[in-house]
């Protein structure tokens, strides 16, 4: 009976001392790029999240080159980033286990409402980017691998521009966040590229202003990938793909779609789109 007594003593020592350790295990890594955070998008629906499945989310905000990274290392649960041919490539390597779109917005080109390049209110990029190379108007790039910097890169190329051989003093490296992108050319009065979300939420504004959109080279779609957890046992697989499946349900495609700056809505939900 003694015996007994000690070993239900024992055990209920043992789950008390075990539940806080289980609280707390009920937490995943987000990797994610800076816009879904600077933004304040996951300010909005990770609380809903939480409140329906008592899941917390612990946000890494990184440009997505750095967060594909940090997914690679196991350093996260999701990835929720915006570079799709680099999210194909990290589930086809076997580091993610399937990619979903979620949404998307665009890409829109800031500058000065003196607009020294003479783009302001057009709809083409490459026409936009090719009178910046040519009047050598200051542009501010990001330079951080993340995917508003390679949607960048990518419409220097469709200009026919070799950036890395063309780029001049005019052309200002920062490898930082669009947050502080946006900063420095709102400081120094000059051209850049931004997601239009992260652009809304931007309160330092200065004398900048949106001068050319509508491009659909600018389109920016989103995707969301559970970290393979047969590469990185430790992945949280449960509470991860938790999140995954929420996010791209009606209600979580719900609450993305809900979240606006100013009556604007930032963000388009897209789960359903084939191929987005």
């Given at each position: ?208 202003e949106i001068l050319v959109a509508g491009d659909q080279r600018m389109f ?52 359903t789109v084939p191929g987005a």
């Amino acid at each position: 009976m003694l015996t007994r007594r000690i070993v239900i003593a024992i055990g209920a020592i043992a789950l008390l001392t075990a539940s806080p350790a289980l609280a707390q295990d009920k937490s995943i890594v987000v990797a994610s790029t800076t816009s879904t955070q600077d933004s304040g998008l996951f300010g909005h629906i990770l609380p809903l999240f939480k409140a329906k499945t008592g899941i917390d989310v612990k946000v890494v905000s990184q440009g997505t080159g750095q967060a594909i990274d940090t997914g690679r290392r196991g350093d996260a649960d999701v990835l929720f980033v915006h570079a799709k041919s680099q999210e194909e490539k990290f589930v086809a390597d076997g580091f993610g286990v399937k990619r979903f779109p979620v949404m998307y917005n665009d890409f829109v080109l800031i500058g000065p409402k003196s607009d020294p390049a003479g783009i302001k209110g057009g709809t083409d990029a490459i026409k936009a980017f090719t009178a910046l190379k040519d009047k050598a108007a200051v542009f501010i790039s990001r330079g951080d691998k993340s995917g508003t910097h390679a949607a960048e890169l990518d419409l220097w190329k469709a200009a026919s521009i070799d950036i890395a051989k063309d780029k001049g003093a005019w052309y200002r490296e920062i490898g930082q966040g669009m947050g502080a992108a946006l900063n420095t050319a709102s400081a120094s009065n000059a051209y850049v590229l931004s997601d239009r979300a992260t652009w809304l939420s931007f309160k330092n504004r200065g004398d900048l202003e949106i001068l050319v959109a509508g491009d659909q080279r600018m389109f920016n779609q989103y995707g969301v990938m559970l970290v393979n957890p047969a590469k990185h046992p430790h992945v949280k697989q449960d509470l991860g793909q938790a999140l995954v499946d929420w996010l791209i349900s009606a209600e979580g495609q719900k609450a993305i779609a809900d979240y606006k700056v100013g009556g604007e809505q930032l963000f388009f939900p897209n789960a359903t789109v084939p191929g987005a």
